[in-house]
C-alpha cells in the first residue's frame, strides 16, 4: 500500500486530501504538532475506510519531523508522496517594517529547514523505489511578496527556490517537486476554492506531468 504524509494535516484541505488519496488505496500519516488532534483526524477517516496514523511533530523542530516520517514509514511503509502544508504563524504575516529579525529567522525555518529536513527524510525511500511525488502549498506571498506579510514572503520565497531545484534534480530519477499555490483563503464547500477542489488538484498533481508550480486560480 503506498504511503501519503500529510504535514500540518488538520480538518480542512488535510482531511480532504486524505480522503482523495484513501479512495485511491493510499494509506495516510498524519503529522502535526497536536498528537490528539491527528488521532481524532486518523479515527474519522478510519471511519471512512482510510487506513490512517497520527504523528506529532513541530516542523521548527527538525529532529522531532524527521522521527514522525521515520516512524510513519515504519508503521505504513515508505513516503512515495510527501505534501507540506502547515499554515504559517500569525506573526509571520506583519508588516515589513514591524517585523523583528527573530520572526524573519522562524519564517525561514518554518518555510525553509522543515521542508529540507522532511525531504530528507523521505528522499531515500523515494530514489529506491525510483519515484516519489513531493507536494508544497503555499499562499500568494510564495511567487509575489507582499509588504504587508513580511515572514512568508521572504519565508516562502526561499520554499519556492527549493522547490524549483528539487524539481529540476530529482525529474530525472522519477521523482516529482512540485508547488500549489493558494492565492488568497480557501473557500470551504466552493468548487473551484474548497477543500475538495484543493485535493483533486494535488491528486492531478501527483498524476500528472507538469512545471514545478501551478496557481490554484489567478493572482489579483
Do not use: C
Amino acid at each position: 500500500m503506498p504511503t501519503i504524509a500529510i504535514i500540518g494535516a488538520g480538518p480542512g484541505v488535510g482531511r480532504a486530501v486524505a480522503q482523495r488519496f484513501g479512495r485511491e488505496g493510499f494509506a495516510v500519516a498524519l503529522v502535526s504538532r497536536s498528537q490528539d488532534k491527528v488521532d481524532a483526524l486518523a479515527a474519522e477517516l478510519a471511519d471512512d475506510g482510510v487506513t490512517a496514523r497520527g504523528y506529532a511533530a513541530d516542523v521548527l523542530d527538525a529532529d522531532a519531523l524527521t522521527a514522525a516520517l521515520e516512524a510513519a514509514a515504519a508503521d505504513l511503509g515508505p513516503v512515495s508522496v510527501l505534501q507540506y502544508s502547515p499554515l504559517p504563524a500569525r506573526h509571520y504575516l506583519r508588516p515589513v517594517t514591524e517585523t523583528p529579525p527573530a520572526d524573519i529567522l522562524e519564517a525561514v525555518r518554518f518555510s525553509v529547514l522543515g521542508p529540507v529536513a522532511a525531504v530528507n527524510a523521505v528522499l531515500p525511500g523515494m530514489r529506491e523505489a525510483g519515484a516519489g511525488t513531493l507536494v508544497f502549498v503555499n499562499g500568494g506571498t510564495s511567487v509575489r511578496p507582499r509588504t504587508q506579510y513580511a515572514g512568508t514572503s521572504i519565508g516562502f520565497a526561499g520554499e519556492s527556490a527549493y522547490v524549483q531545484m528539487l524539481h529540476e534534480a530529482l525529474e530525472p530519477a522519477g521523482i516529482r517537486a512540485v508547488q500549489l499555490v493558494i492565492p488568497g483563503a480557501i473557500q470551504g464547500d466552493d468548487p473551484e476554492r474548497g477543500h475538495d477542489a484543493v485535493a483533486e488538484r494535488i491528486w492531478g498533481l501527483h498524476t500528472s506531468p507538469g512545471e514545478f508550480r501551478e496557481l490554484l486560480s489567478p493572482l489579483d
